[in-house]
């Protein structure tokens, strides 16, 4: 099940990649192709980071340690479909411009939030491997935890971000702090005295 699970996550996520690099190569993006692409890529970062904490509950009611096991996977495409966004930001909506940047930072809430968002998943990214794991030990756990500011963040960059229908970024902020919830339930049953005996 986890080779069909993982083969499905890299479909899905090469789907979107070429969906995407089809549509700006025919001009079919929008009026705005540059906006249209760093949006597009900064929602389906904002739906791999939900589906990768979506993965904790999943496991905890069902009790496969395959939804476990492609959470690295799923992180990973996170990682990529957040750098091309923060990259395409930069290049078409921004400028790649040092003043421009400073600008941007001090007058849009939602530039801020999403520059803090994807700093955070930087060093889960370079990290997401065994090596940096053996290496790190427990640290590397804790360093993970990461993810769960970053997923609020994004949340909030997104509501931020839109200037009419709330509805989807409000949407995606609830799921995120059930999910966040959900964690924070099971670290406290972790940490009980009752979880060691």
């Known amino acids: 099940m986890r080779l069909w699970l993982k083969g499905a996550i890299w479909l899905c996520a090469l789907t979107i990649i070429a969906r995407l690099l089809w549509l700006g190569l025919n001009n079919q993006l929008g009026p705005d192709p540059g906006k249209d692409l760093t949006d597009s890529f900064g929602l389906w970062a904002l739906r791999f980071l939900l589906m990768t904490l979506c993965m904790r509950p999943l496991f905890d009611l069902s009790g496969k340690a395959v939804f476990l096991q492609v959470r690295r996977l799923l992180g990973l495409f996170t990682w990529f479909f957040a750098t091309m966004h923060f990259a395409a930001g930069l ?32 060093p889960l990214g370079v990290t997401s491997n065994r090596f940096a794991q053996r290496k790190l030990g427990r640290r590397w756990r804790q360093l993970h935890r990461l993810i769960y500011p970053a997923a609020l963040i994004a949340c ?7 200037r009419s229908d709330y509805l989807e970024p409000a949407f995606y902020c609830l799921l995120c702090v059930i999910l966040l919830c959900w964690r924070l339930r099971f670290l406290r049953k972790m940490a009980s005295p009752r979880a060691n005996v």
């Open 156 to 162: 909030l960059h997104f509501l931020w971000l839109v």
């Open 91 to 122: 290049f078409y909506v921004i400028g790649i411009s040092y003043p421009e940047i400073v600008k941007a930072l001090a007058e849009k809430t939602y530039v801020v939030l999403g520059f803090a968002a994807w700093c955070l998943l930087v």
